[in-house]
């Protein structure tokens, strides 16, 4: 079966660890990726890891999120510490006294005590924590939040960096990013601990955020750069000398912006940027949408930079880097995070495992195959082509660009012009599409299979072969939710108890009926009716999982969905019976 790889590191032997969702296995390869050493299973699919000597600390996650500790002299696991639903990115603190733990659905970030192996501490963050670093000193650490927490329908649509302070372990802050800032994956903390650099894979912008050891972050002093045009999100980037996402040149005396650099050509497309990093003299990109890494010469870069007149015209200038970039074409399928060691660059990629080794200076890659006997079923073939940019005219984007996260939802409004122009709606998740027709919130699509086909056509300007739209078809068909962080051991809290009986009573269950929580028919309900048919019915099931809501996104919580909206209510309803009602249905 394929590796599906999910997290890469080199241990203090050199030997290659990787964690594989594919197979739930933690393998250990020499560097080169020849030879399979050590393969340890998992119960739950690994999603990170963190080697420490003789052991490595893996993260692990399917139904319960757990920090699982693997003994590498005996092959066991010594102990499955409970952490939060959707656990990820394992890291030391500053210290190395703790580990601390994303917990993606959970909304948390906790602390772990490696010794005691329990959790110790916990602290909640806006939505879905992806990563987080510490500043220089220690005494904050800076959590992504994946997704934007907020209602979608006005000016401003954007994911936030929580900032936790240590001491307390308490969030004091968070930081919204710039304007259609979504599917935030990372970030990092600049060398001389000055600037906090947040990766936007999402829309718009990058934010760069002064940051005085003493004062914190100064949001008064950000820079904001907006990238054209409005839309094209990850393709458009800034690059920072730490190497994560931008180059972002300031004065530091003077906390003054002076410009920033555009990644894309003006005919390529530079699609899926995963992971960054670099050097003195480098900067490396892996585009997992194009299958490429890119290799730029900084200090031509930085030279060329500060020669530019007109630092304005560098928002649109997509000829800069034209002579200062090598784009490298590697082999296989999906470049996603990757390893920079000495002189090489070790990139495993998802959709192939196909390992490339890149030698920086002379740019020859070393391909070898990782998986031989690797097969892949529909489902898996049409994940890759959902996830594949060069499907897409010039390489701009895939289908994961609006659905990240498994074919979720990026929480934003877009207007697709398939139902008119100037009329927005709300980003869906594909989960169950296939089987809860009509497609589009307005229901202008009559089946998810046809909805397949007008995307790759009339959004990405390819028209597939029906295959390949049928390995995408099986892909979405194969998706299965995520169990709710909101049920406790996998069972209905006593508060969803009561709340499925106002369900129950509101006759909620008139529309959304049936296993999906569906009728699968179109009502005219709540305001601003656009069509004569009404709305689509959308499934309950996951919703905790895709706010906002309603047609237009104006409801930022499911709890506002019944206070502030009256979604099908046509009575008064108590405080008590709604919190009720949204702990039952963020539970389905």
Same mark, same amino acid.
């Given at each position: 079966?394929?590796?599906?790889?999910?997290?890469?590191?080199?241990?203090?032997?050199?030997?290659?660890?990787?964690?594989?969702?594919?197979?739930?296995?933690?393998?250990?390869?020499?560097?080169?990726?020849?030879?399979?050493?050590?393969?340890?299973?998992?119960?739950?699919?690994?999603?990170?890891?963190?080697?420490?000597?003789?052991?490595?600390?893996?993260?692990?996650?399917?139904?319960?999120?757990?920090?699982?500790?693997?003994?590498?002299?005996?092959?066991?696991?010594?102990?499955?510490?409970?952490?939060?639903?959707?656990?990820?990115?394992?890291?030391?603190?500053?210290?190395?006294?703790?580990?601390?733990?994303?917990?993606?659905?959970?909304?948390?970030?906790?602390?772990?005590?490696?010794?005691?192996?329990?959790? *110790?501490?916990?602290?909640?963050?806006?939505?879905?924590?992806?990563?987080?670093?510490?500043?220089?000193?220690?005494?904050?650490?800076?959590?992504?939040?994946?997704?934007?927490?907020?209602?979608?329908?006005?000016? *401003?649509?954007?994911?936030?960096?929580?900032?936790?302070?240590?001491?307390?372990?308490?969030?004091?802050?968070?930081?919204?990013?710039?304007?259609?800032?979504?599917?935030?994956?990372?970030?990092?903390?600049?060398?001389?601990?000055?600037?906090?650099?947040?990766?936007?894979? +999402?829309?718009?912008?990058?934010?760069?955020?002064?940051?005085?050891?003493?004062?914190?972050?100064?949001?008064?002093?950000?820079?904001?750069?907006?990238?054209?045009?409005?839309?094209?999100?990850?393709?458009?980037?800034?690059?920072?000398?730490?190497?994560?996402?931008?180059?972002?040149?300031?004065?530091?005396?003077?906390?003054?912006?002076?410009?920033?650099?555009?990644?894309?050509?003006?005919?390529?497309?530079?699609?899926?940027?995963?992971?960054?990093?670099?050097?003195?003299?480098?900067?490396?990109?892996?585009?997992?949408?194009?299958?490429?890494?890119?290799?730029?010469?900084?200090?031509?870069?930085?030279?060329?930079?500060?020669?530019?007149?007109?630092?304005?015209?560098?928002?649109?200038?997509?000829?800069?880097?034209?002579?200062?970039?090598?784009?490298?074409?590697?082999?296989?399928?999906?470049?996603?995070?990757?390893?920079?060691?000495?002189?090489?660059?070790?990139?495993?990629?998802?959709?192939?495992?196909?390992?490339?080794?890149?030698?920086?200076?002379?740019?020859?890659?070393?391909?070898?195959?990782?998986?031989?006997?690797?097969?892949?079923?529909?489902?898996?073939?049409?994940?890759?082509?959902?996830?594949?940019?060069?499907?897409?005219?010039?390489?701009?984007?895939?289908?994961?660009?609006?659905?990240?996260?498994?074919?979720?939802?990026?929480?934003?409004?877009?207007?697709?012009?398939?139902?008119?122009?100037?009329?927005?709606?709300?980003?869906?998740?594909?989960?169950?599409?296939?089987?809860?027709?009509?497609?589009?919130?307005?229901? *202008?699509?009559?089946?998810?299979?046809?909805?397949?086909?007008?995307?790759?056509?009339?959004?990405?300007?390819?028209?597939?072969?029906?295959?390949?739209?049928?390995?995408?078809?099986?892909?979405?068909?194969?998706?299965?939710?995520?169990?709710?962080?909101?049920?406790?051991?996998?069972?209905?809290?006593?508060?969803?108890?009561?709340?499925?009986?106002?369900?129950?009573?509101?006759?909620?269950?008139?529309?959304?009926?049936?296993?999906?929580?569906?009728?699968?028919?179109?009502?005219?309900?709540?305001?601003?009716?656009?069509?004569?048919?009404?709305?689509?019915?959308?499934?309950?099931?996951?919703?905790?999982?895709?706010?906002?809501?309603?047609?237009?996104?104006?409801?930022?919580?499911?709890?506002?969905?019944?206070?502030?909206?009256?979604? +099908?209510?046509?009575?008064?309803?108590?405080?008590?019976?709604?919190?009720?009602?949204?702990?039952?249905?963020?539970?389905?």
């Amino acid at each position: 079966p394929p590796f599906f790889t999910t997290d890469a590191v080199l241990n203090a032997k050199g030997e290659l660890l990787m964690t594989q969702k594919g197979t739930r296995h933690l393998d250990i390869f020499s560097a080169d990726g020849k030879s399979l050493l050590h393969s340890f299973p998992f119960d739950e699919i690994p999603t990170g890891l963190l080697p420490d000597g003789d052991k490595v600390y893996v993260t692990t996650f399917e139904n319960t999120g757990r920090l699982q500790v693997l003994s590498l002299e005996s092959g066991r696991v010594e102990a499955a510490i409970p952490t939060g639903s959707g656990a990820c990115h394992p890291m030391f603190g500053p210290d190395k006294k703790h580990i601390y733990v994303c917990n993606q659905f959970d909304n948390s970030v906790v602390e772990v005590d490696p010794v005691m192996r329990k959790v *110790v501490r916990s602290v909640k963050v806006l939505r879905e924590p992806k990563s987080a670093v510490f500043s220089k000193d220690g005494k904050y650490m800076f959590v992504t939040n994946f997704l934007p927490a907020q209602r979608a329908d006005v000016d *401003v649509v954007a994911a936030c960096v929580s900032v936790i302070e240590m001491d307390g372990f308490t969030k004091v802050k968070d930081i919204q990013l710039a304007n259609g800032s979504n599917a935030l994956r990372g970030m990092c903390i600049t060398p001389d601990g000055k600037y906090l650099i947040v990766i936007d894979l +999402g829309i718009d912008a990058v934010r760069l955020y002064p940051f005085d050891p003493v004062k914190g972050i100064d949001e008064e002093k950000a820079y904001t750069f907006h990238v054209e045009p409005a839309g094209s999100g990850p393709r458009h980037l800034v690059f920072d000398k730490s190497g994560k996402i931008a180059y972002l040149l300031n004065d530091v005396a003077k906390q003054e912006f002076v410009g920033a650099v555009l990644v894309d050509e003006p005919d390529r497309g530079a699609a899926g940027i995963w992971s960054i990093a670099c050097d003195d003299k480098h900067i490396f990109i892996t585009h997992s949408g194009t299958h490429e890494v890119s290799l730029i010469d900084h200090p031509a870069m930085l030279a060329k930079f500060e020669s530019y007149k007109d630092k304005s015209r560098l928002d649109y200038d997509l000829n800069f880097l034209y002579g200062l970039r090598e784009r490298v074409p590697l082999q296989g399928n999906g470049p996603r995070n990757f390893i920079f060691s000495g002189d090489k660059l070790i990139i495993p990629t998802y959709f192939a495992d196909i390992l490339n080794t890149v030698d920086i200076n002379t740019l020859e890659v070393t391909a070898t195959d990782m998986n031989p006997g690797r097969t892949e079923t529909p489902e898996n073939k049409g994940e890759k082509y959902f996830n594949d940019a060069n499907h897409c005219y010039q390489g701009w984007q895939s289908c994961n660009g609006c659905h990240p996260g498994d074919a979720r939802t990026d929480g934003m409004n877009w207007d697709l012009m398939n139902d008119g122009v100037g009329n927005s709606k709300n980003c869906k998740s594909m989960l169950y599409s296939h089987v809860t027709p009509p497609s589009m919130i307005s229901g *202008v699509r009559e089946s998810a299979e046809y909805a397949v086909r007008a995307g790759f056509k009339f959004i990405q300007f390819f028209e597939p072969e029906e295959e390949m739209a049928k390995c995408v078809d099986a892909y979405m068909k194969s998706l299965r939710p995520v169990p709710s962080p909101y049920l406790v051991n996998g069972e209905l809290s006593d508060k969803a108890k009561e709340g499925r009986k106002v369900f129950e009573k509101l006759k909620c269950g008139e529309c959304h009926s049936g296993p999906y929580y569906t009728d699968m028919k179109m009502h005219r309900i709540g305001e601003d009716i656009e069509f004569e048919k009404g709305w689509d019915t959308p499934t309950l099931i996951e919703v905790w999982r895709t706010a906002p809501y309603l047609f237009d996104g104006r409801a930022a919580t499911m709890e506002e969905v019944f206070e502030v909206h009256k979604h +099908g209510i046509d009575k008064k309803v108590s405080k008590k019976d709604v919190e009720a009602l949204t702990e039952y249905v963020n539970s389905l």
